[in-house]
């Protein structure tokens, strides 16, 4: 029988959000399990956070693991047809979600360590889940990725998935492959944007949940006031009665330690292993029916070719298998399983068949795309769609230009920057790619500016060589009315830069709504909902007016009224006004103009971005400039001292860059310049000096 997470530590209110009045339900009308005897090597004490305005459980030795209504609905109404629904009891399938930092991945870094998937005496880096070299240089989440592990004869699937809003279709796609989810929540941040965001996505699926507050032995870690934080959140997001009583877990993820009370913790995760037993249900399958796989997923192989990955939803898939791959739109095609594998824990391990339940991974079928059905030769049927949200932010990306083209790329036509284009979107479902108003433009929209940089990353890497303009919001027309996405904003800030931040925000057409005290550390937190406009080069406005302080953290609320006109930037530009090597001697002049981003020796072209002007409008400037030779001999060879160029990355630039202006991107350069096709602006342009 299937079962949604249950307990809430030790409370027992169950709430409707849905009624004026929340009513209490009786605690006896639901299944009660004791994990006594499960954990009792443990001895732990629960202690009950504090809620004022709900009554304690008496019962508090209890997990309770409770039927939903829809899912009552649901199995009343599959007993009534031929295929048998049954659950397995031997497999474990969940996703691992949180907001970026809250320790996600090092926490599966010691599940895996403690359920023996290394040898002893094997050396493993930290995060090993973030097998990429860009997560690893960023140290974040960007893929989902699976792995498994084996407690007490129960396999439980996992996935890492990433923490960015940026990147939430990875969580979406996922979801659909799993029971229940561990929501990992930090002991003194508590819930933030991301996090609001992929519960709100989990409740819908109906997916049990498991909290896990993280990080306790932080000094200002406050659980309790977590906890409440967490559970207002069930509230607001319209959480089932089941479903409010979430499962807590205490744990330090980085010492490999948890348990159900923050003051009693064990020396290991097992607290957490059986919590996932109890309360995520196994999965739901029909025993006798035709095959049926979602593809979720797609990898690539030098030798195998196109690796696609899913949860079997029924039947058997055997190796060298035929098969029907199904598409939404009832359109079939037929294919042939050449080799089959199963995630054992940090590797693919080949399989001859694989029942109904678990995720496998299957090679052979070549034109596979994600959210197509894997189905049965004879009666195959596809499943529902994979439904991801809307992008909110577009980029245009043209082949590069610049006098410097072909110098260290190798890829750099229209023709390879489609293919390549077209390729990442059957992979990343939230990513979406158009043709321009000219052949060799095309317009990429996606969740965010970081969704599409790690994209332009990503090419550089594969030697491409090409041009992307400044981001730019999509924004919709309703009944005449001129629409634009609205973002909640939330900045951790010490005290003394509070002022200048809220002024910076205030520029911005942002609106306070909340602001409080974030632990013993002197930090306030704001919300704010801004449009997605205000957003764009904010990061690195926030960082320079509190001194590289703050945390900016954002997500997709709606979309709402247009804001009104608004300025992004206050300063100039300063544009190379020829073509040449920069200079000592050109420089030093130039640096009194603003901010450089160049030093001596560099080559350089006509209408090249070369540094921050200090005043509002561009300047051209002559940076290549040589001192002119005479046949006076001078006495003293004069010294010229030259301040530090701005180094600045990939997303600094994407973030500075205006209406009339590009990034060139190469494998080994990232230069800004001018757009040659644009009329120029009306700017108040200085004379040449």
């Keep these: 029988m299937g079962m949604a997470a249950g307990i809430h530590n030790s409370i027992t209110p169950t709430l409707n959000p849905n009624q004026k009045g929340f009513l209490f339900s009786s605690p006896f ?207 607001e997001l319209n959480a089932s009665d089941e479903q409010c009583d979430f499962q807590a877990v205490y744990a330090i993820g980085l010492s490999g330690k948890a348990g159900l009370s923050p003051d009693n913790l064990a020396n290991d995760l097992g607290p957490l292993f059986e919590t996932i037993i109890r309360c995520i249900p196994g999965p739901k399958i029909k025993k006798d029916g035709s095959l049926q796989m979602l593809v979720t997923s797609t990898e690539y192989d030098e030798h195998k070719g196109k690796i696609a990955i899913g949860r079997l939803h029924a039947g058997v898939l055997n190796r060298g298998m035929d098969v029907r791959i199904c598409t939404p739109g009832d359109a079939c095609r037929f294919g042939k399983v050449s080799e089959l594998f199963v995630f054992e824990k940090f590797y693919r391990a080949p ?52 006098p410097f083209v072909g110098r260290e790329g190798k890829y750099v036509t229209s023709r390879n920057l489609r293919d390549r284009l077209y390729r990442e979107i059957e992979r990343n479902l939230a990513m979406k790619v158009e043709d321009g108003e000219t052949a060799d433009t095309f317009l990429v929209s996606g969740r965010g500016t970081l969704h599409i940089t790690i994209l332009i990353e990503n090419m550089r890497r594969e030697n491409y060589e090409f041009m992307v303009g400044p981001p730019k919001v999509i924004n919709k027309k309703v009944d005449d009315k001129l629409l634009e996405p609205y973002e909640i904003a939330t900045v951790e800030v010490p005290e003394e830069h509070m002022g200048s931040v809220v002024e910076l925000l205030g520029k ?40 590289g302080t703050a945390i900016l953290n954002t997500i997709f609320d709606s979309y709402g009224p247009w804001a009104g006109d608004m300025s992004t930037r206050d300063l100039g530009s300063l544009v190379a006004f020829e073509d040449g090597t920069s200079t000592s001697y050109a420089l030093a002049s130039s640096q009194e103009r603003g901010q450089l981003f160049i030093k001596p020796g560099v080559e350089v072209y006509k209408g090249q971005i070369v540094g921050i002007h200090q005043r509002p409008g561009d300047l051209a400037l002559n940076v290549c400039k040589k001192k002119a030779a005479t046949n006076v001999r001078s006495n003293k060879e004069v010294s010229v001292v030259l301040d530090t160029p701005l180094d600045y990355s990939l997303d600094d630039c994407i973030e500075y860059i205006q209406e009339d202006e590009l990034v060139e991107v190469t494998p080994k350069s990232i230069r800004m310049c001018k757009n040659p096709k644009m009329n120029k602006k009306a700017r108040s342009v200085d004379d040449v000096t």
């Design 29 to 235: 009308n639901r299944t009660q399990l004791s994990v006594n005897r499960t954990l009792s090597s443990y001895s732990f004490g629960i202690k009950s956070p504090s809620f004022s305005n709900f009554r304690r459980n008496p019962l508090q030795n209890f997990v309770k693991c409770s039927i939903s209504q829809a899912e009552a609905t649901e199995i009343a109404a599959e007993k009534s047809t031929l295929v048998t629904i049954v659950r397995r009891n031997d497999i474990r399938n969940i996703a691992i979600v949180a907001h970026v930092d809250h320790g996600k991945t090092t926490l599966v870094d010691a599940m895996l360590k403690q359920a023996k998937v290394f040898r002893d005496n094997q050396v493993v880096e930290e995060r090993i889940m973030d097998s990429n070299d860009l997560e690893r240089e960023r140290g974040i989440t960007i893929l989902s990725k699976n792995t498994s592990i084996t407690y007490k004869d129960t396999k439980m699937n996992i996935i890492d998935t990433p923490g960015h809003s940026d990147f939430g279709g990875e969580v979406e796609r996922v979801l659909n492959m799993v029971e229940g989810i561990l929501l990992v929540v930090d002991s003194v941040e508590g819930p933030m944007p991301q996090t609001r965001f992929v519960l709100k996505k989990a409740l819908e699926f109906g997916h049990a949940v498991v909290v896990v507050v993280n990080k306790v032995d932080r000094p200002s870690a406050r659980p309790e006031f977590v906890i409440n934080s967490t559970f207002e959140l069930f509230i």
């Design 508 to 547: 911005r057409r942002g609106q306070m709504f909340d602001m409080q005290g974030l632990g013993s550390e002197g930090t306030t937190l704001l919300k704010y909902k801004i449009p997605t406009r205000g957003l764009l080069g904010l990061r690195n406005a926030i960082l320079t007016a509190s001194r």
């Design 351 to 402: 399989a001859e068949s694989v029942e109904a339940g678990d995720i496998c991974a299957v090679c052979g079928i070549g034109d596979i795309q994600i959210g197509e059905t894997i189905a049965d030769k004879n009666d195959g049927k596809a499943l529902p769609a994979i439904r991801v949200e809307e992008p909110t932010v577009k980029m245009a990306f043209s082949i590069n230009t610049s």
